[in-house]
T-cell receptor, first 113, second 115 residues
Framework: AQSVTQLDSHVSVSEGTPVLLRCNYSSSYSPSLFWYVQHPNKGLQLLLKYTSAATLVKGINGFEAEFKKSETSFHLTKPSAHMSDAAEYFCVVSDGGFQKLVFGTGTRLLVSP | DSGVTQTPKHLITATGQRVTLRCSPRSGDLSVYWYQQSLDQGLQFLIQYYNGEERAKGNILERFSAQQFPDLHSELNLSSLELGDSALYFC??????????????FGPGTRLTVT
């Protein structure tokens, strides 16, 4: 069965410094991988997705992620954090088919001035 | 704003009761998905409907049921409520159903509190 492991429950950065949120996946098939963001008291929003095209995926708000099959990783990065990036981030895997999404446990990103 | 609407935003009810959560998908989307987000279980997929038909089931309890109506809105019915059912329930919609081609758009959620 497919699953994702988010390696950090909390990540703290200063505004203007790089962001790295780590995610490892496990899948029996060629996976589709996603990052979603959830701001406080809001629904989830898709940041980016990987579906076996380019391994470096660019998303919204300056985020990007790199699919590394050899490391079974899909880490999310951003060169420079903004205060508005403070939120919960979910790494998600789907094996296609009926598009069932399996969510990681989430990483809370804290951004300090 | 994702275009997915959910009502009510908050719901407080007692154990043993039954509630109905409502979701209206984005215009043109045929698939509706229900998710439960709780502190101990995280975010879990419950069930998916596509154009009125059940398409996939996840970790949905037998006390829970859902349906999608001809106008494509969906309702999630939760019965014999227990304290552990307290959670945030999300609805999402997408245009299609196969593969990962179709982005899921999430509503703002309904927060259910069972006392």
């Amino acid at each position: 069965a497919q699953s994702v492991t988010q390696l950090d429950s909390h990540v703290s950065v200063s505004e203007g410094t790089p962001v790295l949120l780590r995610c490892n996946y496990s899948s029996s098939y060629s996976p589709s991988l996603f990052w979603y963001v959830q701001h406080p008291n809001k629904g989830l929003q898709l940041l980016l997705k990987y579906t076996s095209a380019a391994t470096l995926v660019k998303g919204i708000n300056g985020f990007e992620a790199e699919f590394k099959k050899s490391e079974t990783s899909f880490h999310l990065t951003k060169p420079s954090a903004h205060m508005s990036d403070a939120a919960e981030y979910f790494c998600v895997v789907s094996d296609g088919g009926f598009q069932k999404l399996v969510f990681g446990t989430g990483t809370r990103l804290l951004v300090s001035p | 704003d994702s275009g997915v609407t959910q009502t009510p935003k908050h719901l407080i009810t007692a154990t043993g009761q039954r509630v109905t959560l409502r979701c209206s998908p984005r215009s043109g989307d045929l698939s509706v998905y229900w998710y439960q987000q709780s502190l101990d279980q995280g975010l879990q997929f419950l069930i998916q409907y596509y154009n009125g038909e059940e398409r996939a089931k996840g970790n949905i309890l037998e006390r829970f049921s859902a349906q999608q109506f001809p106008d494509l809105h969906s309702e999630l019915n939760l019965s014999s409520l227990e304290l552990g059912d307290s959670a945030l329930y999300f609805c999402a919609s997408s245009a299609g159903t196969s593969g990962a081609r179709w982005e899921q758009y999430f509503g703002p959620g309904t927060r259910l509190t069972v006392t």
